[in-house]
């Protein structure tokens, strides 16, 4: 089993960036696929990145592509969610998931998940 721990979230002002980190211990997460998500007071959790470091292309939703990038450290079992020209519509609780497989973008797809860490965005 996978255990992992997100960090990194804060307090940003609109047009700003942030850098999330997901350690991942018990494993190494090389052929996992690794998700953000996200889930904002009174939604549903929302896909935002995915990657395998196996060498698959990292995926996106729409709302993110060109401001979010997914990227990991394999060395570091380290994933990491970079954030920049944030606004509102990003503040959010952001958790990382994992899989051993190749999960798509539905939360039901990843059995391990962190705790979550808070993103804010001030406009």
């Known amino acids: 089993q996978v255990q992992l721990v997100e960090s990194g979230g804060g307090l940003v002002q609109a047009g700003g960036s942030l850098r999330l980190s997901c350690a991942a211990s018990?494993?190494?997460?090389?052929?996992?696929?690794m998700a953000w998500f996200r889930q904002a007071p009174g939604k549903e959790r929302e896909f935002v990145a995915a990657?395998?470091?196996?060498?698959?292309?990292?995926n996106y939703v729409e709302s993110v592509k060109g401001r979010f990038t997914i990227s990991g450290d394999i060395a570091k079992n380290t994933v990491y969610l970079q954030m920049s020209s944030l606004d509102a519509e990003d503040t959010a609780v952001y958790y990382c998931?994992?899989?051993?497989?190749?999960?798509?973008?539905?939360?039901?797809?990843?059995?391990?998940w962190g705790q979550g860490t808070q993103v804010t965005v001030s406009s």
């Open positions: 018990g494993r190494t997460f090389m052929f996992y696929t």
């Open positions: 990657i395998r470091l196996s060498g698959d292309s990292p």
């Open positions: 998931a994992a899989d051993r497989g190749s999960a798509g973008r539905s939360s039901s797809d990843y059995p391990c």
